[in-house]
């Protein structure tokens, strides 16, 4: 019996009273030392939006990759529901890094080419970050080149873009991740006919276009070549013969490698395996970025 003269088999309306027994005891310590430990917590819902499930075969046209996405069991196509920005998976693999087969137009600095493994999949942006994206978040334009927002942005520093990145949950794509989703499953200096694929100084007219003006690769993503150069993850670093897994770039030095080249290069420097270099506090007018992200 309780001190309120309640029957010990009466529902008991004290919080306290963990066992129901009408009485606030020993007993109710007991089972509240039961429950010590980590509290249980509803796991957070995905931070994206699915755009579509499985690959689509006219866009990735590689039978072997469409199947390593969909054995993944991740969406192939979603958009990132803080920023808006549309990304795809890129499955887990290996590639050649560096200067491509018979590639004559290759500088020292893509040598040795050397086995690279991606050990994870992981998602990317489809196209390069455009004004809108960035000043939906940020609040203001930087780029040099204005009149669409669909126009990619520029004049962001790598320190800008990481910024970007990690404020909203994204991150850049390591050297290795950008290169081995610029070929999209190609082991040639290019994707396909310049032309078709990129804005350079054949084509551009000496500005930038919107994103997704041009054909995609194997995989999916435009404008992995022209348009802007794009920041990755790294440091600048040399190239070893050695087979390696998820390579991270130089570990010191100030400088951070840019892919892709920009609307102002010619033809021989628009290739996969093409590399550039930038402070990562310059800003410049031919120099955006996309963003990557673990599922």
């Given at each position: 019996m309780s001190g309120l003269g309640l029957p010990a088999f009466a529902q008991s309306n004290c919080v306290e009273d963990l066992d129901g027994d009408g009485d606030v005891t020993a007993g109710d310590i007991g089972v509240l030392l039961l429950k010590f430990g980590p509290c249980e917590t509803e796991p957070p819902g995905p931070w994206y939006t699915v755009l579509e499930q499985a690959p689509d075969p006219a866009v990735v046209t590689d039978a072997l990759a469409r199947n390593r996405i969909i054995a993944t069991g991740l969406p192939w196509r979603v958009r990132d529901q803080v920023t808006g920005i549309e990304m795809l998976l890129v499955p887990a693999g290996?590639?050649?890094m560096g200067r491509s087969p018979g590639d004559t137009e290759?500088?020292?600095d893509e040598d040795p080419a050397h086995p690279v493994t991606i050990s994870s999949s992981f998602y990317l942006g489809r196209y390069e970050v455009t004004q809108q994206q960035w000043v939906d978040r940020v609040g203001r334009n930087p780029s040099h080149f204005k009149g669409s927002m669909s126009l990619p942005v520029e004049q962001v520093s790598w320190e800008d873009a990481k910024s970007f990145c990690d404020e909203h949950g994204l991150r850049l794509p390591s050297e290795a991740e950008w290169e081995y989703a610029c070929r999209g499953g190609s082991t040639g200096s290019r994707y396909g006919a310049l032309g078709d694929v990129a804005w350079y100084a054949a084509n551009s007219g000496g500005s930038t276009h919107a994103v997704g003006g041009k054909l995609a690769n194997g995989y999916g993503f435009h404008d992995m070549l022209g348009n802007v150069w794009e920041w990755t993850?790294?440091?600048y670093g040399d190239y070893s013969a050695a087979s390696v897994t998820?390579?991270?770039g130089a570990t010191s030095g100030s400088y951070r490698v840019q892919r892709g080249c920009y609307w102002g290069y010619g033809a021989d420097t628009l290739r996969a395996s093409n590399r550039g270099m930038s402070s990562s506090v310059g800003r410049?007018?031919?120099?955006?970025f996309r963003v990557a992200r673990q599922p």
């Open positions: 290996s590639f050649t290759a500088y020292s993850a790294d440091r998820d390579p991270k410049f007018g031919n120099i955006g």
